[in-house]
């Protein structure tokens, strides 16, 4: 097949958006397809990352006004020389100046936050009727994208968890920490609740554990404030020059528990999901639709309870061994030969 990615997200640039719609192009290519990428990013930034593939990337970067436009007429131009089967969409942003001919099928992706600001209903009803499917990120995007926009019920979707699996990476070397966090260092991602919960282990069960977090973000600041005023500056390493494989092979433990604000959700939880490749177990909340990313390799706790996380930690420290092997099985579900047959059949469901 002939496929194309229309997309502001993809790699180098990092983020669950990226990983997903980079796999996408990366594992079609790998098995026989011819893929081509339109791309929003700086091309001096890209350039060595792009040398590398083997597919056609071509980068917009341009202002935003003028950007969507140079691309939307690029496309068109394209599509006129070459016969596509399939394009797909990061978001219902990049379809919106999307005018290409019906003769292709169209895929856009949700990830559940694009959706939130009802502001803008008016614009994604219209460009998602562009489209010939839509796939969700888990079941709770699903769910609430029908609430948002009931205008949209008939439109064809199914849900594909996004998560591509390269290997299954079990050590059993001894591990330097007890719990990471691998995420962008925002308050919604729960970092602050972790650190809390280690600061409760401490006093009240004499337990020190060691924590990894992985990431840079608005919440660093405020976060090494935390660890000094608890004084966990033994136990907690902040680390932004490493990447996250090398983190979950010396840690036992990931934790997310995300919490859910007013104009930002949790779709789903692709490093869950990472984390158990490596044989990590996930303490994750029930926030938006962060559960879906674990299964019986974990546990899912309420948002915000410090207590609850707390007794979850202690008890995936007892039951490692076992929750271990459970998140090795679950990240077989994920290999990246099963998930990009997902997306590529979608019209076969």
């Given at each position: 097949m002939n496929i194309l990615i229309y997309t502001q997200c993809f790699a180098p640039k990092l983020g669950g958006i990226e990983s997903v719609m980079t796999n996408i192009a990366t594992q079609s290519s790998k098995i026989g397809h011819s893929v081509s990428v339109l791309a929003d990013g700086s091309k001096s930034k890209s350039s060595s990352f792009d040398s590398q593939q083997n597919f056609e990337i071509k980068r917009f970067d341009q202002i935003k006004f003028f950007r969507n436009k140079i691309k939307s007429s690029f496309a068109n131009d394209l599509l006129k020389n070459k016969n596509f089967d399939l394009v797909f969409f990061d978001s219902w942003k990049s379809i919106e100046h999307f005018n290409g001919t019906n003769q292709i099928k169209k895929i856009c992706l949700i990830h559940g936050n694009e959706i939130l600001n009802l502001k803008k209903k008016e614009r994604i009803i219209k460009s998602l009727k562009k489209v010939d499917k839509v796939l969700f990120n888990s079941n709770f995007t699903k769910n609430l994208f029908h609430k948002q926009l009931p205008e949209l019920s008939d439109l064809p979707s199914m849900v594909i968890f996004p998560a591509f699996i390269e290997n299954i990476n079990y050590?059993?070397?001894?591990?330097?920490?007890?719990?990471?966090?691998?995420?962008?260092?925002?308050?919604?991602k729960g970092h602050h609740l972790v650190l809390e919960a280690l600061t409760k282990l401490k006093k009240e069960k004499n337990l020190i554990l060691t924590y990894a977090i992985l990431g840079d973000g608005p919440e660093l600041s405020k976060l090494k404030d935390l660890v000094v005023k608890n004084n966990l500056l033994h136990q907690v390493n902040f680390i932004n020059d490493t990447n996250s494989s090398d983190v979950y092979k010396q840690s036992k433990i990931h934790v997310m528990p995300t919490i859910t604000t007013p104009d930002s959700i949790e779709g789903f939880g692709i490093s869950n999901v990472e984390a158990a490749s490596f044989g990590l177990p996930s303490i994750v909340s029930s926030s938006g639709g962060t559960p879906e990313s674990i299964d019986q390799n974990g546990y899912v706790i309420n948002e915000n309870d410090i207590n609850e996380l707390s007794n979850k930690i202690s008890l995936t420290l007892e039951n490692y061994a076992e929750l271990s092997k459970k998140s090795l099985l679950f990240a077989k579900n994920f290999e990246k030969n099963i998930k990009i047959k997902e997306y590529l059949n979608c019209f076969n469901d």
């Amino acid at each position: 097949m002939n496929i194309l990615i229309y997309t502001q997200c993809f790699a180098p640039k990092l983020g669950g958006i990226e990983s997903v719609m980079t796999n996408i192009a990366t594992q079609s290519s790998k098995i026989g397809h011819s893929v081509s990428v339109l791309a929003d990013g700086s091309k001096s930034k890209s350039s060595s990352f792009d040398s590398q593939q083997n597919f056609e990337i071509k980068r917009f970067d341009q202002i935003k006004f003028f950007r969507n436009k140079i691309k939307s007429s690029f496309a068109n131009d394209l599509l006129k020389n070459k016969n596509f089967d399939l394009v797909f969409f990061d978001s219902w942003k990049s379809i919106e100046h999307f005018n290409g001919t019906n003769q292709i099928k169209k895929i856009c992706l949700i990830h559940g936050n694009e959706i939130l600001n009802l502001k803008k209903k008016e614009r994604i009803i219209k460009s998602l009727k562009k489209v010939d499917k839509v796939l969700f990120n888990s079941n709770f995007t699903k769910n609430l994208f029908h609430k948002q926009l009931p205008e949209l019920s008939d439109l064809p979707s199914m849900v594909i968890f996004p998560a591509f699996i390269e290997n299954i990476n079990y050590t059993d070397d001894e591990k330097k920490y007890d719990l990471c966090t691998i995420a962008r260092l925002e308050y919604r991602k729960g970092h602050h609740l972790v650190l809390e919960a280690l600061t409760k282990l401490k006093k009240e069960k004499n337990l020190i554990l060691t924590y990894a977090i992985l990431g840079d973000g608005p919440e660093l600041s405020k976060l090494k404030d935390l660890v000094v005023k608890n004084n966990l500056l033994h136990q907690v390493n902040f680390i932004n020059d490493t990447n996250s494989s090398d983190v979950y092979k010396q840690s036992k433990i990931h934790v997310m528990p995300t919490i859910t604000t007013p104009d930002s959700i949790e779709g789903f939880g692709i490093s869950n999901v990472e984390a158990a490749s490596f044989g990590l177990p996930s303490i994750v909340s029930s926030s938006g639709g962060t559960p879906e990313s674990i299964d019986q390799n974990g546990y899912v706790i309420n948002e915000n309870d410090i207590n609850e996380l707390s007794n979850k930690i202690s008890l995936t420290l007892e039951n490692y061994a076992e929750l271990s092997k459970k998140s090795l099985l679950f990240a077989k579900n994920f290999e990246k030969n099963i998930k990009i047959k997902e997306y590529l059949n979608c019209f076969n469901d």
